[in-house]
């Protein structure tokens, strides 16, 4: 596995790839990996082949975190994660620097962003109304470093997939964007990086988001008449409320395609909620119907 810190040595490899007429997927990551990423990154072995070139990166972009947030706390772990990525099969590791993604940021030298207008604003967006900027940003910076003809995202984030997707649309990037499955620990925890910062008390709580999409599945699945999105948002809360260590942050339902909001659930119909577990921020999300 080769390991890339410089933007224009990355760059200067995908166009080479590019000649050689090699098919590039691309799975980006902010590290500290799980077998959420490293699922990611089969699935993209599998969509290019043998021949074909599988890169991931690890960067922490700084431009998607608020200034309250943690950026700096953010979990870490670079050789456990190149050993991870070799495992997988990655072929190229990119691992760049502050300096080498935003040139100058610090010093005001850096002041283009990508915007998505529609859809960022509910949810995540709604809560961290920067994030996505950074996230479009970030992205559309490593699509054209990477240049890969696949990116895999995973379902966990879906309103960042959804978004993504659209900007791939909205700005012809000329790549095809796939969203894998979300994957779990055995209690229907969605894994992520920031599971690690649980606390004993606070891990067997955490399941509660998981509970929740449970419920909201349940009542959907055993009803004969529409659901109305207000009252079964009610119930949610009230499930979450039952964890001490647990604070809902939002519960949304949505159409899966547009992010459009939903007063009943219908077919395509998906809920996202964001629950706070002491001081950390989970997500997760899940199709009702
Ligand atoms: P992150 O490192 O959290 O930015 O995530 C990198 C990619 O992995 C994103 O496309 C995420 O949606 C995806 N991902 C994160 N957690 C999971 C999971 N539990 N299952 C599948 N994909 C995931």
Redesign the pocket.
């Known amino acids: 596995m080769r390991i890339v810190t410089s933007a224009a040595a990355m760059q200067r490899l995908a166009l080479r790839w590019r000649r050689e007429g090699k098919r590039v997927g691309f799975v980006?990551?902010?590290?500290y990996l799980h077998d959420?990423?490293l699922?990611?990154m089969s699935r993209t072995r599998r969509l290019v082949g043998k021949p074909g070139i599988v890169v991931a990166s690890i960067y922490v972009n700084p431009t998607q975190f608020a200034p309250t947030e943690d950026l700096s706390a953010y979990p870490r772990d670079l050789e456990r994660d190149k050993a991870l990525c070799r495992k997988a099969g990655v072929d190229v590791l990119f691992f760049p620097s502050d300096a080498e993604m935003y040139p100058g940021r610090e010093t005001g030298g850096y002041s283009t962003y990508v915007i998505e207008e529609k859809l960022s604003q509910s949810m995540e967006g709604g809560s961290r109304p920067t994030h996505f900027r950074g996230v479009t940003t970030v992205v559309a910076k490593l699509f054209n470093l990477v240049l890969p003809e696949v990116a895999v995202?995973?379902?966990?984030?879906w309103q960042?997939a959804a978004i993504l997707r659209r900007m791939v649309r909205d700005l012809n990037f000329p790549l095809k964007l796939m969203v894998?499955?979300?994957?779990?620990e055995k209690d229907g925890l969605?894994?992520?990086?920031r599971n690690k910062y649980l606390t004993v008390e606070q891990r067997p709580q955490a399941t509660i988001l998981w509970r929740a999409l449970q419920l909201a599945r349940q009542v959907v699945v055993s009803s004969h008449t529409p659901i109305y999105t207000d009252l079964l948002g009610k119930e949610i809360a009230a499930l979450i409320a039952t964890q001490p260590a647990a604070r809902l942050d939002y519960v949304e339902f949505f159409d899966g395609e547009t992010l459009q909001p939903a007063t009943a659930v219908t077919r395509g119909a998906h809920m996202a909620l964001a629950v706070f577990i002491g001081k950390k921020r989970l997500i997760d999300n899940a199709v009702l119907k």
């Open positions: 980006p990551t902010m590290g959420g990423h699922s990611l995202f995973g379902a966990k984030d960042q894998a499955p979300t994957l779990r969605a894994m992520s990086s």
